[in-house]
């Protein structure tokens, strides 16, 4: 996996991948869910920044952390671009514990490549345990919902799947998105994160087997499982 997220994130860096506006929708949605104006985030596996800069920019104070050491350079180089104060660190998102000890309003993950194929129940529940009581994690996860795995090594998870699989690490699931990070109709940008729009994503996808990325927004259970 490492050699694929490597030469990804060089592609990244080389050709400027194109992030889209619905992006700035699904992060002022993300702070909305947590309730807090200010939240505290952690957004694992932050690549080059892109997601962290925005939660900066609606208000979080953000930690983010990727093993990529070149994405992290890239990470930095945009900070300073943005007159920005986001803590970008090098870190093994396996091993959280080693790195973390503080609790976050906020667990972002986004095309995290360890939950590419395998739904790890103990990293998972690792992340739910650095969650503030009335914390979100989320999980973004690009995927044409067949549950087939791609050449590239990744998994077209499936919401059924996805779901299962939250309720077994013992969270609550708050809300469920799919959107297309593509739409190049601007108007329509805003209402990407929406119930109406997530049906009529799956409906489309579910016909094109054209991917889009999926949203789980989850918190821990009360009982602190
Ligand atoms: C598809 S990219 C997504 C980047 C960013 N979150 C975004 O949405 O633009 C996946 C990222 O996960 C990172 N990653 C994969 N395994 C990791 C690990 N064990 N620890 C930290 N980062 C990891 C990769 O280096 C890569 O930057």
């Known amino acids: 996996m490492k050699i694929i997220d490597s030469i990804q994130n060089k592609l990244i860096v080389k050709m400027g991948f194109k992030y889209y506006d619905e992006d700035k929708y699904l992060i002022q949605k993300c702070i909305k869910c947590s309730n807090k104006n200010n939240p505290s985030v952690l957004d694992v596996g932050c690549g080059t920044g892109h997601h962290s800069l925005l939660f900066e920019k609606y ?3 953000v930690t983010a952390f990727d093993y990529d050491e070149s994405a992290i350079d890239k990470a930095k180089e945009n900070r300073m671009k943005h007159n920005s104060k986001v803590t970008f660190l090098v870190a093994d998102g396996r091993y959280p514990e080693k790195y973390f000890t503080e609790k976050y309003d906020i667990i ?21 345990s ?16 067949t549950g087939l795995v791609r050449k590239t090594n990744w998994k077209n998870h499936t ?7 939250f309720e077994s690490v013992g969270s609550n699931i708050e809300k469920i998105y799919f959107y297309d990070r593509h ?30 990325a999926i949203v789980f927004i989850v918190s821990k259970s009360k009982n602190g499982k």
């Not at 095309?111 to 690792?126: A, E, H, R, V, Y």
């Open 59 to 61: 208000g979080a104070k």
């Open 108 to 128: 972002f993950m986004a095309g995290f490549s360890i939950f590419g194929i395998d739904l790890n129940k103990p990293i998972m529940t690792k992340y739910l």
């Open 130 to 145: 650095m969650l503030n009581e009335g914390g979100i994690l989320v999980l973004v996860h690009n995927s044409n919902l």
């Open 159 to 165: 919401i059924e799947e996805l779901r299962s699989f």
């Open 183 to 212: 739409i190049t109709i601007k108007i329509l940008r805003r209402f990407a994160i929406t119930g109406p729009s997530t049906k009529m994503h799956i409906l489309i996808s579910k016909i094109t087997k054209l991917p889009c």
